[in-house]
């Protein structure tokens, strides 16, 4: 009986989730049919040079670089193209241009006689309904750099820029097989990540007693589940066998696309412990990253690259199923790899119980190779933002 009732539940929230989809749908087209009669009038907005496209991803991947632009000298000159709902109504303080099908993009580009380039934030699969438009530039600049698969693969030939975080992305692309020589790389660091680097330097001598946990989620396919999660039992007892945690908290942040059946699972394991911090999912990494952590377990992400800034201790879980790519051996490098319980314990009680970080300096190096430092602090995003603009 039990079980018919759980059936009965799953299948009722389903229909609720896809009868919410609909309606968001269908007042989503109607909301962009008004618009689309606007788009296709004679009126022109000469301000705009520059559109971000947004095709519904997680909204974390155009927040980071919101503030980027608007931060520029080209804060006036920039819209997002969504096409969603949800979007819409999450950006509607920027300047937001709806659609809701392929065929409307050429009335409403039309409305932008100066429009230079078109940034994308994610290789999603309708990204090539805008880069038909050959009279643009068009430019890749994701959302946060990681040794992933996704990283570097064939589809990037599609765009005519990459902006990069620094050299190591660039040498991905000549690691692996394909001509890529259509592809223009530029060097900005990591724009969005300025102030987080400024809190480093202001606090390095502060005492570092925290403790971080930032897991990947499952990914789309087998080989590319580089994800720690499914190990938490053991993780999280690893780490609560270690000596000098007194009045430290675990701070965990989940990736926005963990399933809700894992979340569940570690909440229970984690219900009576009030040390442990779960972070909510807006929150930005960076801002987590500034709870004075001593060390930080991770997984093969964009989220290790972060914790990278602070030069502390990184436990990397390195997946005995999953497929790394060869380049990923340069963050094997720099960090504690582990893919079991003993492994785990024997890292932390070597460096950290017994203070012996061994691999400090070479983080430190390796920092300065995924990002180019010098290009964030003079700030090459917008000195190639004015590059376009004159083209």
């Known amino acids: 009986m039990l079980s018919i009732l759980k059936l009965i539940t799953k299948i009722t929230k389903l229909i609720i989730k896809k009868v919410r989809a609909y309606i968001d749908k269908k007042i989503f087209k109607d909301l962009v049919l008004k618009e689309f009669e606007n788009y296709k009038t004679d009126i022109d907005i000469p301000e705009i040079e520059f559109l971000i496209y947004f095709s519904d991803s997680t909204f974390n991947s155009l927040k980071m670089w919101l503030g980027t632009f608007l931060k520029s000298s080209k804060k006036d000159n920039f819209g997002v193209v969504v096409r969603g709902l949800r979007s819409f109504r999450e950006f509607s303080s920027c300047r937001v241009f709806p659609i809701s099908s392929v065929n409307q993009f050429d009335y409403l580009f039309k409305n932008f006689p100066n429009l230079k380039a078109i940034f994308y934030v994610a290789n999603n699969k309708s990204n090539p309904q805008v880069i038909r438009n050959n009279q643009y530039t068009h430019i890749f600049i994701g959302h946060g750099d990681s040794f992933k698969h996704a990283s570097a693969h064939k ?109 569940k699972k570690i909440k229970k394991i984690t219900s009576n412990h009030d040390w442990v911090k779960f972070v909510d999912s807006k929150e930005k990494l960076n801002q987590v990253l500034s709870n004075n952590l001593k060390f930080a377990i991770v997984d093969n992400s964009a989220a290790l690259i972060e914790v990278l800034y602070l030069n502390i201790p990184m436990f990397l879980y390195v997946s005995e199923g999953a ?69």
Not at 167 to 186: L, P, T, V, Y
Not at 189 to 199: A, K, V
Not at 327 to 354: A, G, M, P, T
């Open 155 to 263: 589809v990037f030939r599609l765009y005519d820029e990459v902006w990069t975080a620094g050299d190591a992305h660039i040498d991905r692309f000549n690691e692996i097989e394909g001509d890529f020589s259509s592809i223009k790389f530029f060097k900005i660091g990591q724009p969005w990540l300025e102030q987080y680097l400024e809190n480093i330097k202001e606090n390095k001598n502060e005492e570092k007693i925290n403790i971080g946990y930032f897991p990947t989620w499952s990914g789309f396919f087998g080989s590319d589940n580089f994800s720690s999660l499914d190990n938490f039992n053991w993780i999280y007892s690893s780490i609560n066998k270690i000596n000098n945690k007194q009045n430290a908290n675990l701070f965990l942040k989940l990736h926005p696309r963990t399933i809700k059946a894992q979340i």
């Open 323 to 391: 497929e790394y790519p060869n380049f990923f051996d340069q963050v094997r490098k720099i960090c504690y790899e582990f893919s079991n319980e003993d492994q785990l314990i024997e890292h932390l009680n070597n460096v950290i119980s017994n203070d012996n970080d061994y691999k400090k300096e070479a983080r430190k190096s390796f920092l300065y190779y995924v990002v180019d430092i010098n290009a964030m602090e003079n700030n090459q995003f917008d000195q190639s933002l004015i590059r376009l603009s004159k083209q």
